[in-house]
């Protein structure tokens, strides 16, 4: 998506440690009319695939959920993380590392929130090295439904993570996937 | 909003702790066509307001924030609580009371995203003590920003935040208020 990968070069900032900041507009602030153009082009991705759930994972992948969730007019469930009081019954669960915090957390969703009749459509603001979709895909699974996809705003190609969904047979869109970065330039997959 | 206090009623579960469980429509699943009524809703009641941001606190407010935004057409800022390792730099913070979990957190924006031109409308999902929307307030008041109103989905009218905030002078529009629930029954304010 030409437009994303403009708002990137334009508002990102690379950090140590492979982290991009796009505050400005995918987390913290919301670009609110551009979050529904990136909705709109994960719809026109997915449209034929008779999606009938979006789940994504809290907090930053809510926003990018809702708005793609706004042109398949089904429901989006987020993944909770870690332990949560207010989730309580019967769950789904999988275990996921998290780079960014070098800590290990459970994504959790109540069983019934995801049933086998679901065609899921994974959406997060970014994919690196897949282990949140991975665990995502894993509760999918064990909910005995459907993934049709995974589609991430942001997908850092160079962390392999989407590759090795697409290896499994997974279909991966990512709307800009960044192959290099660095403090001077950021290079996307063509 | 008659349509919510009936989806309250046919979804909603009391639970013990003044608790009010809607995972079915507004947290964790999310009822997108629903929310986005909402958020209809909240752009009528406030669309005069020239709003120029609207602010909520992760997660669970971010649905809600992104439906309303959609109609105003402006950005979403949500605060992220405790600490982040993806916030760095020059943040607005304020102290929270979460009686839901009973401990205290912080509520952090980066400076970077409000500012003192804005005219800012808090959002959220539910309204009940009352302190997470104060310290939101108090974030925007740090900034030099205008406070132009507070919308919940959902006020707990028996724990009253809401009236707090209103005796403060603040403009408090909740879509549906609580008087009283219990296993029974659930009461609306008129």
Redesign the interface.
């Known amino acids: 998506m030409k437009a994303l990968e403009e708002k990137i070069i334009a508002e990102g900032k690379v950090c140590p440690g492979h ?1 991009l ?1 796009v ?2 507009f995918l ?7 551009f ?2 153009e990136m909705g709109r082009e994960i719809y026109r991705l997915f449209e034929n695939e008779n999606v009938t759930k979006i789940v994504t994972v ?2 930053s992948g ?2 990018i ?3 793609a ?2 042109y ?7 993944a ?1 993380k870690g332990k949560s ?3 309580t019954g019967d769950v789904y669960v999988s275990n996921v590392h998290s780079y ?2 070098n800590k290990d957390f459970n994504v959790i ?2 069983k ?2 995801v049933s086998s009749d679901d065609r899921v459509l994974i959406v997060d603001d970014f994919l690196a090295t897949g282990e949140a979709v991975t665990g995502l895909a894993d509760i999918v699974k064990q909910a005995g439904a459907t993934l049709v996809g995974v589609c991430a705003a942001i997908e850092k190609g160079f962390q392999k993570g989407g590759d090795r969904l697409r290896e499994k047979g997974i279909r991966v869109e990512s709307l800009a996937i960044i192959e290099e970065m660095d403090d001077e330039s950021i290079r996307f997959r063509t």
């Open positions: 982290i900041k505050g400005s987390n913290q602030r919301l670009d609110t009319d979050l529904f809290e907090a809510i926003a959920a809702m708005a969730a706004f398949f007019h089904v429901p989006a469930v987020f909770k009081s207010n989730v960014t915090y969703i109540a019934e929130y």
